[in-house]
């Protein structure tokens, strides 16, 4: 008896799955149903209708947890038998689901496209206003709910196909291609790590240089790969560039189409005072009169002579209103363009359109702006393919940067371009910006020391160190960290403080920062611990505030957010497939809990079929735990039949699992019995007999009319369905019989009261 609720099963016969037909069981169950007519055992359309939240959310991604589920079971059984030991299998899993997410996302634009215009339109206006304030987000109580997805969810999933791309790309870092031989397919096109094997000589390119820097710097590679996956992350979730534009057009106080005119208001301010003076040439500061006479429209102060690109900084004095929104408009164009990687074409052909080409050949300088040419041509006057390093106009632009300029924008471009961490600091509004702003800086500064230390001769001996006018720290004194300790650090800015505790950053920092590891195992517990508070609601017993869950445990990744215990759960999947050898060894709770959750969404959302399938991945206890909690759930035989099948597929503990099923329905109360004890049982003395009579004392006594009762309750209905799973095991009748004697003393038990 003790066999039957330790899992200890005997094991002299092989485990078998019956094909008993409906016809076997017909009978019993026509009887047990209708002695249970008039009773309020619920259905599975009740079930339905009291989870209907969670059914919404099974319908609107019921299409994408069935191509997860068939992708891992096509392709999860190849990526734990790599014998290179990288991840070139695991990445065509990745790549699948990253397939999924963006399909999702691109129908989910179509039918958000005006909601996402809207409140990235809001954003760009909050920029030009130098708002650091975050922008309202529209009420949740305004949304339609007579549609399935919301802007929210759109973003989400954006999220979440940036997610399986940082993914993708880590781990092609990461586990690289251990075969010389064979090329691998990379995760990313515009991603390949330059070849060891290229010589760099004096009279080489900077690009080559650089090239050369990536291929033999591990840490260099990885800070780059991260830096350029922020820049997709940003063009692809951002506006258009070009709606981008028409925004900041329709935000400068100039009207439409004056792009092409520059300083308009200025130059007309300026026109007029030379036409008033009679001067044909330029006007200077020392001219007569020039300071009382030449001001703002507004008279808050003098305004400039002349219309050169540094007018402004070189002589101290500003533009009228409207230009100023015109040059902040444009800074912040030119900023959202090197923010997303645009490559200097791009760029170039965007300033010559708005007669603006000075800010394009300002920006041109980095090489890796260069390697984004299929072809460079040594010829080609505007591309920088000579011997000499760029250090000198890097340098440049950062002390451009750090005095400031006329806006935040045109110090944060420079600052990107140079390295100069504070500058770019100043214009970050989202964690995504602020890592880009550290990592970009990072990059740069081992890049200009890698110069230094292996081609000295290719940098002015004046920019060896800090010297004159470039004495200043291109971090503003920070120290360079690791990515797990940015990511750490991110996490206490103030500004960043809700985002930082959003679920999808918390698990991207976990890859930037190679913390998954302790990602899943302390945020599983969490989750355990929300599982465990959910069990002692439903059967009221949080009656004091040391059950209540913490304002931690409310801010992590929540028991209800699907999503995310999805794509957790999947990645999970995709490194134990990496670390073959810790798959049996590598299994904790926290980290199982997650799976653990996904199982419990798959069977409330009606997926009983996918649960086997994730429960294989799952330590064999754990797998019969939580398939044993899912089973009662299912009451159709052909789906019994279904599961079973399913179950000796994936090579799961068929009996174990159905003991797990009756210990579900023992410590949730229904058999009277302690949690702590379901391992001895007593049961009270069975009254089958009528009393002795005082009279004849030695007399026969009769049998006790309706000892048995009459009727069936909803506790023996469900112990009686989760006894029927027992007549699908072929075999093992000794742990049948004994769970049978079990119950049945239970019944008669329930009569002698």
Same mark, same amino acid.
């Given at each position: ?183 691998? /397919? ?6 390949? &790590?330059?070849? #060891? @094997?290229? +010589?760099?000589?004096?009279? *080489?390119? %900077?690009? $080559? ?96 002579? /002349? ?6 900084? &070189?002589?101290? #004095? @500003?533009? +009228?209103?409207?230009?100023? *929104?015109? %040059?902040? $408009? ?115 500064? *081992?890049? %200009? ?305």
């Amino acid at each position: 008896m003790d066999a039957l609720f330790t899992g200890e099963v005997p094991m002299d016969q092989d485990d078998g799955i019956s094909d008993l037909g409906t016809d076997e069981l017909s009978d019993g169950s026509t009887e047990g149903s209708a002695a249970s007519s008039n009773l309020s055992w619920p259905t599975v359309g009740d079930v339905h209708r009291a989870l209907r939240p969670l059914q919404d959310e099974a319908d609107r991604v019921g299409k994408q947890v069935e191509e997860f589920a068939e992708t891992l079971d096509r392709l999860g059984g190849s990526a734990w038998a790599n014998p290179q030991n990288d991840c070139t299998n695991a990445l065509h899993l990745v790549d699948k689901y990253r397939d999924i997410a963006k399909r999702t996302v691109d129908d989910l634009r179509g039918m958000h496209a005006p909601e996402k215009h809207k409140r990235l339109n809001q954003q760009l206006r909050g920029k030009l206003r130098k708002s650091s304030a975050a922008l309202r987000r529209e009420s949740a109580s305004s949304r339609d709910h007579t549609i399935f997805t919301t802007l929210d969810d759109l973003e989400r999933w954006e999220q979440e196909e940036q997610t399986w791309h940082l993914l993708g790309l880590m781990l092609q870092v990461e586990y690289p291609s251990k075969d010389s031989k064979k090329q691998a /397919q990379p995760f990313d096109e515009r991603l390949v &790590r330059p070849a #060891r @094997g290229t +010589e760099v000589h004096q009279y *080489s390119s %900077e690009q $080559a240089v650089w090239s050369r820097f990536l291929a033999h710097d591990d840490q260099a590679w990885e800070r780059h790969t991260v830096v350029e996956w922020l820049k997709t992350s940003a063009n692809e979730s951002g506006q258009d560039i070009e709606k981008v534009v028409e925004e900041l057009e329709a935000s400068s106080n100039r009207g439409t189409g004056l792009w092409a005119d520059g300083w308009l208001y200025s130059k007309e301010a300026i026109k007029g005072q030379k036409r008033l003076r009679s001067w044909p040439q330029a006007l200077a500061l020392d001219s007569p009169g020039i300071d009382t006479s030449l001001r703002k429209s507004d008279g808050s102060g003098s305004l400039i002579t /002349q219309l050169d690109p540094d007018a402004a900084t &070189r002589q101290d #004095r @500003g533009l +009228e209103k409207e230009d100023e *929104s015109f %040059e902040r $408009a444009m800074w912040l164009a030119c900023w959202e363009m090197v923010r997303r990687g645009k490559d200097w074409e791009f760029i170039q052909e965007w300033c010559q359109e708005r007669v603006e080409s000075w800010r394009a050949v300002a920006m041109r300088g980095q090489p890796r702006l260069a390697e984004r040419r299929n072809e460079v041509s040594a010829t080609d006057p505007s591309i920088p393919t000579s011997w000499q390093s760029r250090a000198l106009w890097r340098k440049s632009c950062a002390l451009a940067a750090r005095t400031g300029g006329m806006d935040q924008y045109e110090a944060a471009v420079y600052g990107v371009l140079s390295g100069y961490l504070p500058s770019t600091l100043k214009v970050c509004t989202s964690w995504n910006d602020h890592l880009f702003a550290h990592y970009n800086s990072y990059l740069l500064r *081992s890049y %200009e020391q890698y110069v230094v230390n292996e081609f000295p001769d290719r940098v002015p001996q004046g920019l060896h160190g800090r010297n004159g006018m470039f004495k200043f720290s291109m971090t503003g004194g920070r120290r360079a960290q690791s990515g797990n300790q940015l990511v750490e650090k991110l996490n206490t800015v103030r500004s960043l403080t809700k985002e930082s505790k959003d679920p999808f950053k918390l698990l991207q920092g976990s890859l930037v920062g190679k913390s998954f590891e302790s990602f899943v195992r302390s945020y599983g517990l969490q989750l355990a611990r929300q599982q465990e508070l959910a069990s002692k609601r439903s059967k009221g017993l949080l009656n004091t505030k040391e059950d209540e869950p913490t304002e931690d445990e409310m801010m992590s990744v929540k028991l209800d957010d699907y999503q995310i215990i999805r794509v957790v759960t999947h990645i999970l999947l995709i490194f134990q497939g990496l670390a073959p050898s810790r798959r049996n060894t590598g299994h904790d709770y926290g980290s199982e809990t997650f799976v653990d959750a996904y199982i419990d969404f798959l069977s409330k959302a009606g997926k009983q079929q996918l649960l086997p399938l994730y429960a294989s991945h799952l330590s064999p206890q754990r797998a019969a735990s939580s398939l044993g909690r899912q089973l009662p759930s299912t009451i159709e035989l052909g789906e019994r039949q279904t599961m079973m099948r399913l179950m000796k597929q994936y090579d799961l503990d068929v009996p174990g699992t159905l003991n797990s099923q009756l210990q579900t329905l023992i410590s949730i109360g229904r058999l009277g019995i302690e949690e702590d004890d379901t391992t001895h049982h007593s049961f009270p003395d069975l009254i089958i007999l009528e009393p002795r009579s005082e009279k004849s004392p030695r007399e026969f006594r009769a049998i006790k009319e309706g000892f048995m009762g009459e009727g069936i309750t909803d506790d023996q209905n469900a112990l009686i369905q989760g006894f029927e799973w027992y007549l699908l095991l072929e075999g093992y009748w000794e742990q049948t019989m004994a769970t049978g004697a079990l119950l049945y003393k239970y019944f008669l038990s329930w009569y002698s009261h």
